[in-house]
């Protein structure tokens, strides 16, 4: 079996230390140790942290915080994992066989898809329409979600598109997964980071019996350098994805734990969700606003949440010949569509600092002109 490489996380890796502006990212500006520490009583506690292993599964104060996030979720019900990508990781492990249908949202962030490809699953799609402003096709997901599915993963707030699914949606979502006996995975690392709203998207968490979620500290908190996640889940299963966590990482970091716990008690917690959407906006009005002034060469869809933008582009050329082109005349990293399952797109990021982004855009504007445009015009 060829191997399927995580090809946006392989552009990124080769690419982001040679560029000038890496807007390939999916987070915000990010958080500082200073702003995580409130007082001089923290300091006092991050200084004696002993950086010995923490529990293996996350320290139970940490845990306890994340259980809080959730309806019925206890301390012993969550998992600390190194950023959501080794929850996500551990899940297809544990949970899928080869031959196991499996069934991802696209266009999407493809770590779940290459996962289950390396592990020999049967992967089908359910898409999201741009024309429908990236509402879901659920009759889709019917169709391709048989009976004896092994596993539906959903990410809400999306990656690329920042489409926050409605609560009829989810219910029909959960409905589908357990007409068909699969176990949902919901990545939610993008909840916090709603562009037009300050409510805070609903979780799958609880709404059905056999449902993973997922967080991160790394997109709406800012915080990616700390590599912090989580998976939650009150089945015993879940200890079939620590047992994959022993192996792979042991335990995550001692202090990355303790500024977790910092970032994640409410006054916290709140104070980073309102940087986050502040960046958020303030981004997207500067992105929108330049990319309305390229010609009509861009369109791009306003999400709802996250610090990105899905942008349509006005060429024949694949998004991989665009995002080189980018690269290599205007040392702007952007993410090829293609990466998310769909050509013709580029997704770019605007959470970052609002200086860096307007330079970035004035470089990329000359190149946006001189795109061959599509052969239909
Ligand atoms: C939807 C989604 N899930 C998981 C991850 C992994 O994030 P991390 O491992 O930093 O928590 C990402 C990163 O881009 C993502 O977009």
């Known amino acids: 079996m060829t191997f399927q490489t995580f090809e946006l996380e392989n552009w990124q890796s080769d690419h982001e230390q040679t560029v000038r ?3 390939a990212d999916s987070t915000v500006d990010p958080v500082t140790v200073a702003d995580l520490i409130e007082d001089g009583e923290d300091l006092e506690r991050i200084m004696s942290v002993p950086l010995y292993y923490p529990e293996v599964n996350g320290e139970r104060s940490l845990r306890g915080l994340i259980a809080g996030l959730h309806d ?44 289950a490809r390396n592990r020999g699953c049967d992967v089908a799609a359910f898409e999201l329409h741009a024309d429908r402003g990236w509402a ?13 599915t092994r596993l539906i993963y959903v990410c809400n707030p999306n990656n690329p598109t920042g489409y926050i699914l409605t609560q009829r949606e989810m219910a029909e979502i959960v409905r589908i997964a357990e007409d068909c006996g699969a176990w949902l995975v919901a990545d939610e690392v993008y909840r916090g980071s709603e562009r037009l709203t300050d409510a805070e998207t609903p979780s799958f968490v609880g709404m059905t019996d056999k449902v993973i979620g997922v967080g991160s500290l790394s997109k709406s908190y800012g915080l990616s350098g700390l590599r912090i996640g989580w998976a939650v889940c009150t089945h015993p299963e879940l200890a079939d994805l620590w047992r994959r966590h022993e192996y792979v990482a042991i335990a995550t970091g001692r202090l990355d734990n303790f500024l977790a716990e910092c970032a994640l008690r409410p006054a916290a917690r709140r104070r980073l969700f309102e940087r986050n959407r502040a960046c958020v906006r303030r981004g997207y009005d500067l992105f929108s606003a330049w990319a309305l002034r390229q010609g009509g060469r861009l369109a791009a869809q306003p999400p709802m949440a996250s610090a990105l933008a899905f942008v349509r582009y006005d060429s024949d050329l694949s998004s991989v010949e665009v995002g080189d082109l980018f690269r290599r005349e205007a040392s702007v990293l952007v993410a090829p569509g293609v990466f998310f399952g769909r050509e013709g797109w580029f997704r770019i990021n605007i959470g970052m600092d609002t200086g860096h982004l307007a330079q970035a855009l004035d470089a990329l504007a000359p190149v946006v002109a001189a795109l061959p445009p599509a052969s239909g015009r």
């Open 21 to 23: 502006f890496n807007l």
């Open 72 to 115: 019925g979720i206890g301390t012993d019900d969550v998992l600390v994992t190194v950023g959501a990508s080794e929850a996500n990781a551990a899940i297809v492990d544990a949970l899928c066989e080869p031959g196991d249908r499996v069934v991802v949202m696209e266009p999407g962030y493809r770590q779940v898809w290459g996962l």
């Open 136 to 148: 879901p096709d659920l009759e889709q997901l019917r169709r391709v979600a048989a009976p004896g």
